[in-house]
């Protein structure tokens, strides 16, 4: 409790609080040029990502016992209090559903409210499909998450780490949601489905080898984060050891941003 209240100002008219560290912000992290596995379908663990870039030690999880496949943490980025939302791909290979969405609404909400800059990493092949899901009101849910982000007027870093599929791609603080800055490793997939569901629905009714061949041709065209670097939906591929100095560099570029929501009683959250 201590560790979280140290995370947070005294009011929200304060500025977020900013200790010394030794850890330095341009520390290259080589670990992560090797987290990301080759086969697009191995889990791996995203808290292990979360605790080498941020500073030593300073990592808080919230919450690590419910909905498992988002994580949410308070942790320091130079000295400077932030908040993380991450896909966790080791559980649900890192879908969205409605308790993460929920988890993950809640949290970023209590960051804006405190003026704790976000940072989210994302991998998320989209969110969990079942009648279960449906009927218990996964888009209701889900948009609460893509409001959060969107009303959020903190500064907001995201970076792809894998992958980033149709809508849950949206609700992960991209840029269509007034994300500041967007980063994708080239590891990154950023497209409306994965490439064997999407040759499926294309190709439908061609031989297993041609489908296989077709699936090749998607991989290479879109299984990576270019189109969506031409597009504008991310500012650049990086290397992973990278990140840490970027998210601290864009972090002090935006300690003073001002946003201002439009002016209204109060914002129709979907409940």
Known sequence: VRQALSSLPQSNREPPPRVPTADPPTRRVYALNEVVPDDPNQPYDMRKVVGQLVDAGS????????APNVLTYLARFDGRSV???ANQPAALAGCLDINSSIKAARFVR???????PLVTLVDVPGFLPGTAQESGGIIRNGAKLLFAFAE???PKVTVITRKAYGGAYDV??????RGDSNYAWPSAEIAVMGAEGACEI???GKSATELKAEVAKY??????PIKAAQRGFVDAIIEPAETRRLICEDLDTYEGKQLANPAKRHANIPL
Do not use: Q, Y
């Open 59 to 66: 990592a808080l999880e919230l919450s690590p016992g419910w």
């Open 83 to 85: 908040g993380i939302v």
């Open 110 to 116: 209590m960051c804006d409210s405190f003026r704790l």
């Open 152 to 154: 959020a007027t903190v």
């Open 172 to 177: 992960m603080s991209s840029k269509h949601l």
């Open 202 to 204: 294309l190709f439908r």
């Open 219 to 224: 991989e290479a065209k879109f299984s990576n």
